[in-house]
């Protein structure tokens, strides 16, 4: 079975400075896309950004950048610059091929001004 | 506009009162699929489904049931609900499954 673990509950950080979300995943696939999505206050989840597990280059998407590990199974996000408005939960998730999805338990960044 | 509607927003029920809640999506979109959020729990998958006519088991579907007759909806049934059932339910839909989905904007249900 495929389980997604996000270590950090509660995370907080000065605006404008940098944090990293971890997320480390457990599988026995060879291909599969990992993604992180932002669900703010108004409860909408919002796609964060997304990474093929077969393409080797990190993924980035303006301030958001991720590390992925592949062979430790990591995918971390990384904020920088940050901003009120990035105040929300995060969850990380894994999509197999054969269109099961998993999802993390969330990781509670808040922005401090 | 391009969205992904879920009705109600918010439900209270009582224990074994059939319900069932509405997913449509305007996008064409082939991929629909329904999550339940809890507490320290994340998301979990439901059910999904890649076309018409075809839907899989996620991850928790024990108690819930599901249909797709049209492309663009995907209701998610409650036959007999449970108050173990209480939970933030979110419909989403993709073009493709390993695309972006796109989310509908929930649904609270409490069932007492």
């Known amino acids: 079975a495929q389980t997604v673990t996000q270590s950090q509950p509660e995370m907080s950080v000065q605006e404008a400075e940098t944090v990293t979300l971890s997320c480390t995943y457990d599988t026995s696939e060879n291909n599969y896309y990992l993604f992180w999505y932002k669900q703010p206050p108004s409860r909408q989840m919002i796609l964060v950004i997304r990474q093929e597990a077969y393409k080797q280059q990190n993924a980035t998407e303006n301030r958001f950048s991720v590390n992925f590990q592949k062979a430790a199974k990591s995918f971390s996000l990384k904020i920088s610059d940050s901003q009120l408005g990035d105040t929300a939960m995060y969850f990380c998730a894994f999509m197999k091929v054969g269109n099961q999805f998993y999802f993390g338990t969330g990781t509670s960044l808040t922005v401090i001004p | 506009e391009a969205q992904v509607t879920q009705n109600p927003r918010y439900l209270i029920t009582v224990t074994g009162k059939k319900l069932t809640v509405t997913c449509s999506q305007n996008?064409?979109?082939?991929?629909m699929s329904w999550y339940r959020q809890d507490p320290g729990l994340g998301l979990r998958q439901i059910y999904y489904?890649?076309?018409?006519?075809?839907?899989d088991k996620g991850d928790v579907p024990e108690g819930y049931k599901v249909s797709r007759k049209e492309k663009r909806n995907f209701p998610l049934i409650l036959e007999s609900p449970s108050p173990n059932q209480t939970s933030l339910y979110f419909c989403a839909s993709s073009r493709l499954t390993n695309e972006k989905l796109f989310f509908g904007s929930g649904t609270q249900l409490s069932v007492l």
């Open positions: 489904s890649m076309n018409v006519e075809v839907t």
């Open positions: 996008m064409n979109h082939e991929y």
